[in-house]
C-alpha cells in the first residue's frame, strides 16, 4: 500500500477535495469521531476554531493510502493500517475522519 502523509491548514479546501464526488465515482465518509459536528465541512471548521487556540497553523495530519491497482482492501485492512498509523505517530484516540473514494473500480481511503 502506498502511503502519503502531510501536516497541513487549509481544513475547507481539504474537506471539498475529500467530499469531490466529481473526479470520483463514489464517496463514503466512513468514520467520524471525536468531533462534535457530524459532517466534514463542520469537522474542519471545528478542528480550525481549536487551531486558533493555540496559534498552530499545519492543525491537521492527512494520510491517504492507496493500494495497488490490482489489490482489493477490505475495510476492516484499510482501518487496521490507519490505527497503526495513529499508534506510531503519537495520534491513537485522537479526533479522526475517514474517507473512501473510489474512482474507475479503484478504492483508496485518506484518514484526517
Aim: charge should be negative.
Amino acid at each position: 500500500m502506498i502511503l502519503k502523509a502531510s501536516e497541513r491548514g487549509g481544513g475547507k479546501q481539504l474537506a471539498l477535495h475529500l467530499l469531490n464526488d466529481r473526479d470520483n465515482d463514489h464517496v463514503e465518509v466512513h468514520d467520524i469521531r471525536g468531533f462534535i459536528a457530524g459532517d466534514l465541512v463542520g469537522v474542519m471548521k471545528e478542528a480550525h476554531a481549536v487551531s486558533k487556540g493555540t496559534r498552530c497553523q499545519n492543525f491537521l495530519f492527512s494520510v491517504s493510502l492507496n493500494p495497488p491497482d490490482t489489490e482489493t482492501v477490505s475495510t476492516d485492512v484499510f482501518e487496521t493500517t490507519i490505527e497503526r498509523i495513529e499508534s506510531t505517530n503519537g495520534l491513537a484516540g485522537h479526533p479522526r475522519v475517514i474517507v473512501f473514494h473510489e474512482k474507475e473500480g479503484r478504492r483508496h481511503a485518506h484518514a484526517v
